[in-house]
């Protein structure tokens, strides 16, 4: 089992940043990729970014070159830089972990709020 918890949301004006934490616990050894979604009221999840076991990152074409994914395998800890925020970033930002095992696990998400 994994635990993971979200924490760094908040209120922050359109054009500021925001960092989000990750931190996991339990069997981290078992995690091959970690990566962040988001939902805004009335819509689907949206996948934001990933990173894998070795590095690989993917990021969603809404985010690019403004959220940098980054990971401290030291804390087992998983950030998420926003910088230049837009209200549409406005969402509850949920970290989500998959082992090799094939298993999913959720963290309980952080809201992000930008204001125009």
């Known amino acids: 089992q994994v635990q993971l918890v979200e924490s760094g949301g908040g209120l922050v004006q359109a054009g500021g940043s925001l960092r989000l934490s990750c931190a996991a616990s339990?069997?981290?050894?078992?995690?091959?990729?970690i990566g962040w979604y988001r939902q805004s009221p009335g819509k689907q999840r949206e996948l934001v970014t990933t990173i894998n076991w070795v590095g690989t990152t993917y990021y969603a074409d809404s985010v690019k070159g403004r959220f940098t994914i980054s990971r401290d395998n030291a804390k087992n800890t998983v950030y998420l830089q926003m910088n230049s925020l837009k209200p549409e970033d406005t969402a509850v930002y949920y970290c989500?972990?998959?082992?090799?095992?094939?298993?999913?696990?959720w963290g309980k998400g952080t809201l992000v709020t930008v204001s125009s």
């Open positions: 989500n972990a998959n082992d090799y095992g094939g298993m999913s696990y």
């Open positions: 339990g069997s981290t050894a078992r995690i091959n990729g």
